[in-house]
């Protein structure tokens, strides 16, 4: 089962220029084939279907670990895709002076029709999300080198995207998934070495820049981001720390496992779209919860 968390992996500040196409190639690292869409299920179906798991148990924790910090990915592309397309068309209720128009000339219409101008489960250029990149064939060797290649493949879409949008929000989530998706490279060229005895740490960076480069990367590294795996749980899936211990391969500072989750930071309240009735009812009155709240000690 997954606990859930109120809080993003992240903080994300307001976008000083909100862009419907920069929100567009965000797209991809959502729901792209090598977004976060992917990784997510990648390493859950895996984790769900994966046999002999308590001989080859540390691989298992492994693997299920890195799954539940995808979600917290998926909501963070997706916070930011929202961020850009935010104030984005015209505000207000008379639909007659064509409050939209400027969509017209968007990449992505599909976030002015098909969604309350937010984020889909789309690639930058509106195709969905499929199944068919998903990989679980049930042997192991195969699977992890999967997605050793799937983080990188991950890994250069994001360089790419810092490298076309250059508002701060895309910037500071990008900077932050190099560091979380560079710990999820680096553990599953560690789980292919103990695995297979073959030295595939010494690939590491792929693509050959180092996250350095990026101010928004290099800060987190500075505070250790890089070096921490964390279980997602507040009791379980220690045994990855069988596999996720030893130096990093491009500092050589200690791999630490972390029980828990990261600490995260409040979510960005999104403010209302009228034009695209979004959220609507504006009847209600949010105030008849507070006779019930009272009656049943919750708090609001």
């Given at each position: 089962m997954i606990h859930r968390i109120d809080r993003l992996a992240l903080e994300l500040p307001t976008p000083k220029n909100p862009s419907a196409n920069d929100a567009a190639a965000v797209q991809e690292l959502l729901g792209g084939k090598f977004g976060e869409m992917s990784t997510l299920m990648n390493y859950t179906f895996q984790s769900f279907n994966f046999r002999g798991r308590k001989r080859l148990r540390p691989f298992y924790e492994l693997v299920a670990s890195?799954?539940?910090?995808?979600?917290?990915?998926?909501?963070?592309?997706?916070?930011?895709?929202?961020?850009?397309?935010?104030?984005?068309?015209?505000?207000?209720?008379?639909?007659?002076?064509?409050?939209?128009?400027?969509?017209?000339?968007?990449?992505?219409?599909?976030?002015?029709?098909?969604?309350?101008?937010?984020?889909?489960?789309?690639?930058?250029?509106?195709?969905?999300?499929?199944?068919?990149?998903?990989?679980?064939?049930?042997?192991?060797?195969?699977?992890?080198?999967?997605?050793?290649?799937?983080?990188?493949?991950?890994?250069?879409?994001?360089?790419?995207?810092?490298?076309?949008?250059?508002?701060?929000?895309?910037?500071?989530?990008?900077?932050?998934?190099?560091?979380?998706?560079?710990?999820?490279?680096?553990?599953?060229?560690?789980?292919?070495?103990?695995?297979?005895?073959?030295?595939?740490?010494?690939?590491?960076?792929?693509?050959?820049?180092?996250?350095?480069?990026?101010?928004?990367?290099?800060?987190?590294?500075?505070?250790?981001?890089?070096?921490?795996?964390?279980t997602f749980s507040p009791e379980d899936y220690l045994q990855a720390g069988l596999i996720w211990n030893g130096p990093h391969p491009e500092d050589g500072q200690e791999l630490q496992v972390v029980q828990g989750s990261p600490e995260g930071a409040p979510y960005p309240d999104l403010e209302e779209e009228p034009q695209l009735n979004a959220p609507g009812a504006e009847d209600f009155d949010p105030e008849m919860f507070k006779d019930i709240a009272k009656k049943l000690g919750i708090k609001l």
């Open positions: 890195i799954a539940a910090e995808e979600y917290g990915h998926i909501e963070a592309v997706s916070y930011a895709i929202n961020l850009l397309l935010t104030g984005t068309t015209k505000r207000g209720h008379d639909p007659e002076p064509g409050p939209l128009q400027n969509a017209v000339d968007a990449r992505n219409s599909y976030h002015f029709i098909a969604s309350g101008q937010a984020a889909l489960p789309v690639d930058s250029m509106g195709l969905p999300w499929t199944g068919q990149n998903v990989v679980s064939t049930g042997n192991l060797k195969m699977d992890l080198l999967h997605n050793f290649f799937l983080e990188c493949g991950a890994r250069a879409n994001k360089m790419r995207v810092y490298e076309m949008v250059t508002d701060r929000t895309a910037r500071e989530m990008v900077g932050y998934l190099l560091v979380r998706g560079g710990v999820h490279i680096v553990a599953y060229a560690r789980a292919l070495e103990v695995l297979t005895g073959v030295a595939v740490t010494k690939l590491v960076p792929v693509p050959d820049l180092s996250n350095k480069a990026f101010p928004e990367a290099r800060k987190h590294e500075q505070k250790g981001l890089h070096l921490k795996l964390y």
